[in-house]
């Protein structure tokens, strides 16, 4: 249907001027990412995950909307999440798709496809997101408390502002960063410390 496919690029390409990635002046489109962004995959990626959630809209809602739920989420298809998250977002199975892709791009999820029905399932896995972060922002060797460590990351990375509470002494933090820290314990990227004195345990 070429009018759907306008309205498609005419919403992509909205989306990339309200995020100041594009200019549009007398129909000329110019890209305004410096050079150095666009050197490489992961570097454009960086630049892009730093500013996209500077924006509120359909993507960043559904983005953190996601990140905080329990790892039951993981267990609905693309079919089923477009109407789960309707308190947060109203989307429909095409835009979840189109998000399920973006989702790996910036190491926030991994998706899945069922065998037999073919359905796409995201899980939760945002360490490929976390290892970034860890690399850009922490020195080897170095030894961080827990809550410093989210306080830079909720600071830092907009889309994880959702995933914990850092205003209560709860100490809890959502499934996906806990799962995913874990991952990074594992694959010996970092490691998890457990002090049984301290005050400060989460």
């Avoid at 991994?110 to 997101?129: M, P």
């Avoid at 314990?185 to 457990?194: G, T, V």
Wanted: with cysteine; glycine share 2%.
């Amino acid at each position: 249907d070429k009018d759907s496919d306008q309205k498609i690029f005419s919403k992509n390409l909205k989306f990339c001027e309200d995020c100041g990635f594009i200019s549009i002046k007398s129909q000329v489109c110019e890209c305004l990412i410096s050079y150095e962004y666009l050197t490489t995959y992961e570097s454009f990626i960086n630049y892009i995950s730093l500013n996209v959630f500077d924006t509120e809209n359909n993507f960043t809602k559904l983005t953190r909307w996601f990140l905080s739920q329990d790892i039951s989420v993981s267990q609905i298809a693309a079919e089923q999440l477009a109407s789960k998250c309707h308190d947060a977002v109203t989307v429909d199975q095409n835009f979840i798709r189109g998000w399920h892709w973006w989702m790996i791009a910036f190491g926030l999820a991994t998706v899945s496809s069922h065998i037999k029905s073919g359905g796409r399932y995201a899980l939760f896995d945002c360490s490929e997101a976390l290892r970034r972060f860890v690399i850009d922002n922490c020195q080897e060797n170095e030894i961080i408390k827990v809550r410093t460590f989210l306080t830079n990351l909720v600071n830092k990375k907009k889309e994880f502002k959702t995933v914990v509470d850092l205003k209560s002494n709860a100490n809890t933090i959502c499934d996906s960063v806990s799962m995913s820290l874990r991952i990074l314990h594992n694959l010996n990227i970092i490691e998890l410390l457990y002090t049984p004195d301290s005050s400060d345990i989460w």
